[in-house]
C-alpha cells in the first residue's frame, strides 16, 4: 500500500499507540481540517451559521447549554433531565459495542430516566430519516440522540439536524475525531472482519481472495444494505483493499462483490448474531467488536471464528450527536456525558470497540489490565481513512451497488 498520508496502513495495535498527538492528524483527518488547539465555544443559546434546518422540516429550536458548566453544573443536568424524565435512542441494539449493558448502566444510574429504544436495527441513514420525520414531534418516537457512521455525523451538521454539545472530557477526545464546535465527536472504532460459524464452515477463510472458492456457496452474507447500512458500505470498501483497490479507489470492492453475487457464495440476507449462530449466515461482514462479542456470547454452544483478513482491512469510527430537534435535550446530554465518562468508556472497551477517550485513559492508568489483555493481537495492516476519503468512497459504493452488484440485501 502507498506510504501517503491518505492511504497509510497500520497493524491495530500499532494504532492504538499513536492514535493521539501528532500521528493522528495524518492517519484519522476529520472531514474539516484539524486543529490543534480547542476551538472557540459558540455562544450557549446561538447556534452557528451552518445549523439552519432545510426549508421542508420546521426550525430546530434555539440550542441549550454548550457544556455541563453552562447548564449549571452536572448536578443542575441531572434535575434538568429528571423534570424531562425521558430519553429516547435509536439503532443500538443491545450487541453491538456493548450497548445492552451501557444502557442498562445509564438507567441504574439515573432510575427516573424512563428509556425509548427505537429501531434498534436501523441504519445510519434511517437515523438520518427519524430525525427528519420526527422534526418538531414531543414524542417518543422522536430520537433525542443518534450514533451513525463517520461521514453522516458531517452531513447532519450541514443539513441543521444536529445541535452542538461538548462532554466534560471534550479534551481528551482527538482533534481529528470530533467536530470543533461540537456538533458530532467519535465514539468507538473497529475493524472489518470475517465472523464465521465454524460448525457449519470447516475450511475458516483467512483472506479476501478465499472467499471466492465454490466451497463457500451461499454462505457469505453483509451485515446491512450497502446502499444504507455503514457496517456493509465498509465492508465492500475493505474489500476493495484486498484486490487490488485503495481508499481512493472503492470499485474493486463492487466488482469482487460482483463475482460473490454471480457465483452464489453470496447471501442477500442481513447477517445478525442469530442468524450466524443458527448457521443461516455462516460467514458475516462484521466489525470485529460485534464478531468478537458474539463468539463470547456463544461461547460453550456455538464456535465462532473471527478473522481480520491477512492481507489487510479497513477500519471504522462512528460518532455521537444530539439532534438538533430533541424534544428530550438534557437527558440527551446526560446519555452523552454517560458515554464519554470513564464507566462508559470502559463499558464499550468491554465490547471490544475501542472509545475515542482509549488513549487518553491508557497514559492515565484507567484501563484494567484485563481489558488490555482481552484486546485482538492481530499484525494484519488495517486502514484509516480521513473523513474526504469516506464521504467519495461513500457515495461511489451506494450509488454503485444496486448498478454492478445488482444484490437486494434485505
Same mark, same amino acid.
Given at each position: 500500500?502507498?506510504?501517503?498520508?491518505?492511504?497509510?496502513?497500520?497493524?491495530?495495535?500499532?494504532?492504538?499507540?499513536?492514535?493521539?498527538?501528532?500521528?493522528?492528524?495524518?492517519?484519522?483527518?476529520?472531514?474539516?481540517?484539524?486543529?490543534?488547539?480547542?476551538?472557540?465555544?459558540?455562544?450557549?443559546?446561538?447556534? @452557528?451559521?451552518?445549523?439552519?434546518?432545510?426549508?421542508? $422540516?420546521?426550525? @430546530?429550536?434555539?440550542?441549550?447549554?454548550?457544556?455541563?458548566?453552562?447548564?449549571? %453544573?452536572?448536578?443542575?443536568?441531572? +434535575?434538568?433531565?429528571?423534570?424531562?424524565g425521558?430519553?429516547?435512542?435509536?439503532?443500538?441494539?443491545?450487541? *453491538?459495542?456493548?450497548?445492552?449493558?451501557?444502557?442498562?448502566?445509564?438507567?441504574?444510574?439515573?432510575?427516573f430516566?424512563?428509556?425509548?429504544d427505537l429501531?434498534?436495527?436501523?441504519?445510519?441513514?434511517?437515523?438520518?430519516?427519524?430525525?427528519k420525520?420526527?422534526?418538531?414531534?414531543?414524542? @417518543?418516537?422522536? @430520537?433525542?440522540?443518534?450514533?451513525?457512521?463517520?461521514?453522516? !455525523?458531517?452531513?447532519?451538521?450541514?443539513?441543521g439536524?444536529l445541535?452542538?454539545?461538548?462532554? +466534560?472530557?471534550?479534551?481528551?477526545?482527538p482533534?481529528?475525531?470530533?467536530?470543533?464546535?461540537?456538533? *458530532?465527536?467519535a465514539?468507538?472504532?473497529?475493524?472489518?472482519?470475517?465472523?464465521?460459524?465454524?460448525q457449519?464452515?470447516?475450511?475458516?477463510p483467512?483472506?479476501?481472495?478465499?472467499l471466492?472458492?465454490?466451497e463457500?456457496? !451461499?454462505?457469505?452474507?453483509?451485515? !446491512?444494505?450497502?446502499?444504507?447500512?455503514?457496517?456493509?458500505?465498509?465492508?465492500?470498501?475493505?474489500?476493495?483493499?484486498?484486490?487490488?483497490?485503495?481508499?481512493?479507489?472503492?470499485?474493486?470492492?463492487? +466488482?469482487?462483490?460482483?463475482?460473490?453475487?454471480?457465483m452464489?457464495? $453470496?447471501?442477500?440476507?442481513?447477517?445478525?448474531?442469530?442468524?450466524?449462530?443458527?448457521?443461516?449466515?455462516?460467514?458475516?461482514?462484521?466489525?470485529?467488536?460485534?464478531?468478537?462479542?458474539?463468539?463470547?456470547?456463544?461461547? %460453550?454452544?456455538?464456535?465462532?471464528?473471527?478473522v481480520?483478513?491477512?492481507?489487510?482491512s479497513?477500519?471504522?469510527?462512528?460518532?455521537?450527536?444530539?439532534?438538533?430537534?430533541?424534544?428530550r435535550?438534557?437527558?440527551?446530554?446526560?446519555w452523552?456525558?454517560?458515554?464519554?465518562s470513564?464507566?462508559?468508556?470502559?463499558?464499550?472497551? /468491554?465490547?471490544?470497540?475501542?472509545?475515542?477517550?482509549?488513549?487518553?485513559?491508557? /497514559?492515565?492508568?484507567?484501563?484494567?489490565?484485563?481489558?488490555?489483555?482481552?484486546?485482538?493481537?492481530?499484525?494484519?495492516?488495517?486502514?484509516?481513512?480521513?473523513?474526504?476519503?469516506?464521504?467519495?468512497?461513500?457515495?461511489?459504493?451506494?450509488?454503485?451497488?444496486?448498478?454492478?452488484?445488482?444484490?437486494?440485501?434485505?
Open positions: 500500500m502507498s506510504v501517503q498520508r491518505n492511504n497509510r496502513r497500520w497493524s491495530r495495535r500499532a494504532f492504538l499507540r499513536v492514535a493521539v498527538g501528532a500521528g493522528a492528524g495524518a492517519i484519522l483527518a476529520a472531514c474539516g481540517q484539524a486543529t490543534t488547539t480547542a476551538p472557540t465555544a459558540p455562544a450557549a443559546t446561538t447556534a @452557528p451559521a451552518e445549523a439552519t434546518a432545510p426549508a421542508q $422540516l420546521p426550525p @430546530p429550536p434555539a440550542p441549550g447549554p454548550l457544556t455541563a458548566a453552562d447548564a449549571g %453544573g452536572m448536578e443542575k443536568l441531572v +434535575e434538568l433531565a429528571r423534570a424531562e425521558n430519553l429516547s435512542t435509536i439503532a443500538l441494539p443491545d450487541d *453491538w459495542a456493548n450497548y445492552g449493558e451501557m444502557k442498562k448502566k445509564f438507567l441504574e444510574k439515573y432510575p430516566i424512563k428509556h425509548e429501531n434498534p436495527d436501523a441504519s445510519s441513514a434511517q437515523e438520518i430519516e427519524a430525525i420525520a420526527n422534526a418538531g414531534s414531543k414524542g @417518543p418516537q422522536a @430520537p433525542d440522540v443518534i450514533d451513525v457512521g463517520f461521514t453522516w !455525523g458531517n452531513t447532519a451538521k450541514k443539513e439536524l445541535q452542538p454539545y461538548k462532554v +466534560e472530557k471534550w479534551n481528551e477526545i482533534d481529528t475525531l470530533k467536530d470543533p464546535e461540537g456538533f *458530532w465527536y465514539d468507538y472504532y473497529g475493524v472489518m472482519a470475517f465472523e464465521v460459524n465454524t457449519v464452515v470447516k475450511n475458516i483467512q483472506d479476501w481472495s478465499d471466492l472458492k465454490p463457500y456457496k !451461499g454462505q457469505i452474507a453483509l451485515a !446491512g444494505d450497502p446502499t444504507g447500512s455503514g457496517q456493509a458500505i465498509n465492508a465492500v470498501w475493505a474489500a476493495a483493499l484486498g484486490n487490488g483497490g485503495s481508499l481512493d479507489d472503492p470499485m474493486p470492492g463492487l +466488482e469482487f462483490f460482483k463475482q460473490l453475487n454471480e452464489g457464495n $453470496l447471501l442477500p440476507v442481513v447477517a445478525k448474531p442469530a442468524t450466524i449462530a443458527k448457521g443461516e449466515t455462516p460467514i458475516a461482514l462484521r466489525w470485529d467488536y460485534n464478531a468478537l462479542a458474539n463468539r463470547d456470547q456463544n461461547a %460453550g454452544n456455538i464456535d465462532i471464528a473471527v481480520v483478513p491477512k492481507s489487510g479497513l477500519a471504522g469510527v462512528y460518532v455521537q450527536a444530539i439532534s438538533a430537534y430533541a424534544p435535550p438534557h437527558a440527551a446530554r446526560l452523552m456525558e454517560f458515554l464519554y470513564d464507566e462508559g468508556q470502559l463499558i464499550w472497551l /468491554k465490547g471490544y470497540a475501542t472509545p475515542a477517550r482509549f488513549e487518553a485513559m491508557r /497514559k492515565a492508568g484507567l484501563i484494567p489490565q484485563d481489558l488490555l489483555d482481552k484486546l485482538p493481537k492481530t499484525d494484519a495492516p488495517v486502514a484509516f481513512p480521513t473523513g474526504d476519503q469516506i464521504n467519495a468512497a461513500f457515495d461511489k459504493i451506494k450509488s454503485g451497488w444496486p448498478t454492478i452488484v445488482g444484490a437486494t440485501v434485505q
